[in-house]
């Protein structure tokens, strides 16, 4: 394998980034403009594509951690020599042997099945699923697919304070916003940003990475029901 460091201004991972938000719209637009007999195969296609993506992104960030950790223990190594008194010297096979074990290291912390984990992933169900029978079953399973993602569950829009009732979910950075807010200051300032406290998301945000939250309409609305009974 051949190692190819990234540089400091590498925009790799953002390249990885839009690629896989590009799959996403892709498959946003498939009921949209396929029939439910092509769907099944497309799905498996885009979801592959997506694991190459993600594959791709968790090894240009073990690949870009080992440059890191190379750097230190040649730092140090050097240091070291120095103190000592020693004349330092480090071969290039050394440092290429030294990334390839600490690179071997990075990747096998991953844990198994950690590509289907991915949020990005993990959003890409299958078209109808709500529409089964078995409501309650489907209700659990949303939930848990919403709790993968390892965030509370915010219902609450926080530049208005309500609850949403037509969530928009940024692509970018997941947030979600109430539809008629965002829109409204999109269009009065087209710098808006994400106005989630904390979001670390820099890009001005346009109608185009805005997608309808349904999952999170659906939660809202099992819990009304939840509550009424
Ligand atoms: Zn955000």
């Not at 020693?86 to 096998?108: A, F, G, H, Q």
């Not at 209700?139 to 969530?167: C, H, R, W």
């Not at 820099?202 to 990475?209: K, M």
Request: aromatic letters at 6%.
């Amino acid at each position: 394998m051949d190692h190819r460091l990234p540089g400091p201004n590498s925009n790799i991972a953002e390249n990885i980034k839009q690629a896989k938000e590009k799959v996403i719209q892709v498959y946003d637009m498939l009921p949209n403009f396929c029939s439910n007999e092509e769907i099944p195969e497309l799905l498996d296609d885009l979801r592959s594509v997506m694991k190459d993506y993600v594959l791709l992104d968790t090894k240009y960030k073990d690949l870009k951690t080992s440059k890191q950790k190379v750097i230190q223990l040649c730092t140090e190594k050097v240091k070291k020599d120095i103190a000592e008194g020693r004349e330092s010297s480090i071969t290039l096979d050394e440092i290429n042997e030294l990334l390839k074990n600490t690179l071997r290291n990075e990747m096998e912390k991953h844990h198994e099945g950690f590509l289907e984990k991915d949020p990005l992933y993990i959003t890409m169900k299958n078209f109808g699923e709500d529409e089964t029978n078995n409501a309650e079953d489907q209700a659990m399973n949303n939930e848990d697919d919403l709790a993968v993602t390892g965030e509370t569950i915010q219902t609450i829009d926080p530049y208005s304070k309500k609850e949403f009732s037509d969530p928009v979910k940024n692509l970018n950075c997941k947030h979600t916003y109430e539809r008629e807010i965002i829109m409204r200051l999109i269009t009065t300032n087209s710098k808006t940003r994400c106005y989630w406290m904390g979001c670390n998301n820099r890009v001005a945000i346009r109608a185009e990475h805005l997608v309808s939250d349904d999952e999170l309409k659906r939660y809202i609305n099992r819990l009304k029901t939840r509550a009424a009974i």
